[in-house]
């Protein structure tokens, strides 16, 4: 038997083993493998490509919690307007912080331990700021969340050094867009020469800027949206079809937990982008945002699994479609299933583009511009490209919710188109983003839904005796209830 082995996440050698079988080197890295009373299946590897990277560290089962973490610090978002910096309210300007004189939103907030430490640093400016207009998006809440996580050097060593160690990816965020060196440099004088940050270097906080760029994570508090970093899981690597999901939304904690089987030793994905989105759109801003090339098994497959999310009918033959020739080159010529010619990429995203602008256009609850858009478009459109599905869902979700429009109020025909689509999306889907996803869940639920309504129908006008009505109902609400699972929130006891 063995005595010693290396730790689960930062390979040092160690005597500590937990009763799972894993290593650990101390007390810290005990709490992030066992937060509570459950062991979390992942540990750290690394490669000199992409650094460190999580794997599964023993096969894993859908719906498993697999990740748990804290946030390091949680902000407003940049281009937030002014909100309590203690609990993230609306503020009107009643209420102003006793020392530092920012907006709260009363009393409870005062002295709180999230605003305490930047409160008794904006407290002592000798410019204080200016807070005339609150319906207006302003430039110091752009600073909170990396002076939070500069703050950490102060308060949590540890936890600033593990920060240290992500990427910032600064030198190709400097060359990619001249602007950003400039408001980089803004918030580095802001926090060296008004606030007199003296325990910080310039370099460390340009670095602590572009870590919070690259791996924080958008997070919503009751409306209004944050910006956060979670030191584990921003660990796992991206896939746009990846094999975790969020079990717990991205708020002071986040969880994840596997979306199919995994097996041991795989790597541990998120997705970063919507999974509807198409082929050029998100390997765009995966490369401008993150800076890197995806390579992920939907990426490297034209078709994307079989879903055609991208696929073009050709506009020279009219009846093919056209797909990437090299789908991992975003320059790549896009060649014809039938004609076999090659069309430039710009057509494709010209042509999203001019349906994008189409769509926002329409107003939320308007089938017949949706209905419209959707006739309008299909000659150059095939029936599974991403933005025909997004307007196909746009209008069956109109069906169901909109006054007069309630499932009760539909005709049989409605309901029967609308369990066909969500027939139809939940194969989609299978494709996209395959295993217990929320999308599924949703959708699930949602024919169920229609299904029952269909068979009440059905049933009323004798087309189903009331033994098959039973049986339909049985079956239809064990199937949301086997759905409800896949879309609430995990609880492991100790934990979430």
């Keep these: 038997m063995e005595t010693t082995g290396h730790c689960f996440y930062c390979a040092k050698e160690s005597d500590d083993q937990c009763e799972c079988g894993e290593w650990m080197c101390g007390l810290e890295h005990a709490l992030i493998h066992r937060p509570g009373k459950y062991c979390l299946p992942f540990k750290v590897c690394h490669s000199p490509e992409v650094g460190r990277y999580l794997v599964a560290s023993r096969d894993i089962k859908p719906l498993e919690l697999v990740l748990w973490d804290r946030a390091a610090a949680v902000g407003p978002a940049a281009d937030a307007l002014p909100v309590c910096l203690e609990c993230f309210g609306k503020v009107d300007g009643s209420f102003l912080c006793p020392k530092c004189q920012f907006p709260l939103c009363g009393s409870k907030c005062v002295g709180k331990n999230l605003h305490k430490d930047e409160c008794e640093l904006f407290s002592k400016l000798e410019k204080k700021i200016n807070f005339s207009n609150l319906t207006e998006k302003h430039p110091i809440y752009s600073t909170i969340a990396p002076l939070r996580l500069i703050l950490l050097k102060k308060k949590n060593r540890l936890l600033w050094d593990s920060l240290c160690t992500l990427m910032d990816h600064n030198k190709e965020r400097f060359a990619s867009d001249p602007e950003m060196p400039k408001m980089f440099k803004l918030i580095v004088d802001f926090f060296l020469d008004e606030i007199k940050l003296d325990f910080v270097s310039s370099e460390e906080v340009y670095h602590i ?178 933005l025909m599905v997004i307007i196909k869902r746009y209008i069956q979700a109109i069906y169901g919710t909109k006054p007069g429009l309630e499932l009760d109020n539909m005709t049989l025909t409605q309901l029967e188109d609308k369990a066909k689509f969500c027939r139809s999306f939940i194969r989609y889907l299978g494709k996209l983003d395959p295993g217990y996803s929320q999308h599924l869940g949703l959708s699930t639920i949602e024919l169920s839904k229609v299904q029952l309504e269909i068979a009440r129908r059905k049933s009323s006008e004798g087309e189903i005796d009331k033994l098959e009505l039973v049986r339909q109902m049985k079956e239809n609400m064990a199937l949301q209830n086997q759905a409800q699972k896949w879309i609430q929130v995990v609880r492991v006891d100790g934990l979430v």
């Excluded at 975003?330 to 494709?348: F, N």
């Excluded at 089938?367 to 478009?377: C, D, H, N, P």
């Design 209 to 386: 800027i572009g870590v919070l760029l690259t791996n924080g994570f958008e997070n919503d508090h009751e409306g209004v949206q944050g910006r956060a970093i979670y030191p584990n899981l921003s660990l796992a690597s991206h896939a746009c079809r990846a094999n975790l999901r969020h079990a717990v939304s991205p708020g002071y904690q986040v969880a994840l937990q596997a979306q199919v089987p995994i097996q041991k030793g795989t790597e541990l994905t998120i997705r970063y982008t919507h999974m509807l989105q198409g082929h050029l759109k998100r390997r765009k801003q995966i490369s401008e945002v993150w800076f890197f090339d995806c390579s992920c098994i939907r990426c490297c497959d034209p078709t994307e699994n079989g879903s055609l999310a991208s696929a073009v009918i050709c506009p020279k033959c009219k009846t093919g479609v056209i797909l990437p020739i090299d789908s991992l080159d975003i320059h790549s010529m896009w060649r014809c299933s039938g004609c076999q010619e090659e069309t430039d990429p710009k057509y494709i995203i010209d042509l999203e583009e001019m349906v994008d602008t189409e769509m926002e256009d329409v107003e939320g609850m308007d089938i017949a511009g949706y209905v419209t858009l959707l006739e309008k478009y299909k000659p150059l459109l095939p029936p599974t490209h991403y």
